[in-house]
Nanobody, 116 residues
Framework: QVQLVESGGGLVQPGGSLRLSCVASRIIFSIRRMGWYRQVPGKQRDLVAAITSGGMTIYTDSVKDRFTISRDNAKNTAYLQMNSLRPEDTAVYYC??????????WGQGTQVTVAS
């Protein structure tokens, strides 16, 4: 059973930075897309950023120019560099790997809290 493990969350002051990592417990072949999502209590889980196997990226409008998604295919790892963090970025962040065979793998989530 493949597991995705996120790390890098925590408490940071407004304007600060965090880098999230998501690594698979074993090699996953044919990953089509890696994505980061976030969820606050009582709301749905929303896409923050995603990157395809070819390196194309998409971002939700609220994080453009502040967050950067990247991936290391050899290590089956995704990253999310978050700069200029705001209180409204506070959420549980989840990673998701999607394969060309329509399989989805989710991580367990990591809490990001932006507060002074």
């Amino acid at each position: 059973q493949v597991q995705l493990v996120e790390s890098g969350g925590g408490l940071v002051q407004p304007g600060g930075s965090l880098r999230l990592s998501c690594v698979a417990s074993r090699i996953i072949f044919s990953i089509r897309r890696m994505g980061w999502y976030r969820q606050v209590p009582g709301k749905q889980r929303d896409l923050v950023a995603a990157i395809t196997s070819g390196g194309m990226t998409i971002y939700t409008d609220s994080v453009k120019d502040r967050f950067t998604i990247s991936r290391d295919n050899a290590k089956n790892t995704a990253y999310l560099q978050m700069n200029s963090l705001r209180p409204e970025d506070t959420a549980v962040y989840y990673c998701k790997f999607s394969t060309i065979n329509a399989l989805d793998y989710w991580g367990q989530g990591t809490q990001v809290t932006v507060a002074s």
